[in-house]
């Protein structure tokens, strides 16, 4: 059973425009998330994380919301570029229940992200 | 300043045989985790070490071992390899009480 769903497997865009990729979750003990982005061949590269204390996190172009009520989070690139283009995944953790660094990350399965110039 | 890096890149094998995967961590990190990714799917955790010890074990058998050197660097062996070993490993680095890994590039092991 899927912890962490990205009911998306792709997405495309227009440059300039808006990206938004979601993500849903089933188990209420996740306390911080987090996005990676991926391109062929490379590991996932770290973008954006939310602890389950806040509802927004901003850093440049992207920005998270989490909606714990929902049990959603959603990722928001503005604005798009082509650059962008890469497999997004959303990883949830309870590693703070643990007392320390994150452990166990659960994934989605990702989300290809296509922007068009 | 060096990230995560992972040795080899590429690995092929055959089934019954046994694989030694690399990792060192980004510098300032002391913890360890490894990750399988199939074609398709998001990344699925298989351990983490910290201080030379697993500390925490996902839901793979125990043909899947790990070592951490006292340099931090680590190391993941899979024994009696099956068809479905065939798979990215991914090792990821950290700092014990921070909340964000670090993944290296991976390394692409195909058993035929």
């Known amino acids: 059973d899927q912890q962490v769903k990205q009911n998306s497997p792709s997405l495309s865009v227009q440059e300039g425009r808006i990206s938004i990729l979601n993500c849903d979750y089933t188990?209420?003990?996740?306390?911080?998330f987090l996005w990676y982005k991926k391109y062929p061949a490379e590991g996932p590269t770290f973008l954006i994380s939310?602890?389950?204390?806040?509802d927004k996190n901003e850093d440049g172009r992207f920005t998270v919301f989490l909606n714990k009520s929902a049990k959603h989070l959603s990722l928001h690139i503005v604005p798009s570029q082509p650059g962008d283009s890469a497999v997004y995944f959303c990883?949830?953790?309870?590693?703070?229940?643990?007392?320390?660094?994150?452990?166990?990350?659960?994934f989605g399965k990702g989300t290809k992200l296509s922007v068009k110039p | 300043d060096a990230g995560v890096t992972q040795s080899p890149t590429h690995l092929i094998k055959t089934r019954g045989q046994q694989v030694t995967l690399r990792c060192s961590p980004k510098s300032g990190h002391d913890t360890v985790s490894w990750y399988q990714q199939a074609l398709g799917q998001g990344p699925q955790f298989i351990f983490q070490y910290y201080e030379e010890e697993e500390r925490q074990r996902g839901n793979f058998p125990d043909r899947f071992s790990g070592h951490q050197f006292p340099n931090y660097s680590s190391e993941l062996n899979v024994n009696a390899l099956l068809l479905g070993d065939s798979a990215l490993y991914l090792c990821?680095?950290?700092?014990?009480?921070?909340?964000?890994?670090?993944f290296g590039p991976g390394t692409r092991l195909t058993v035929l």
């Open positions: 188990n209420s003990m996740f306390d911080y």
């Open positions: 990883a949830a953790s309870a590693g703070r229940n643990y007392g320390g660094s994150q452990g166990n990350l659960i």
């Open positions: 939310i602890s389950s204390i806040k």
């Open positions: 990821a680095s950290s700092r014990l009480g921070a909340d964000t890994q670090y």
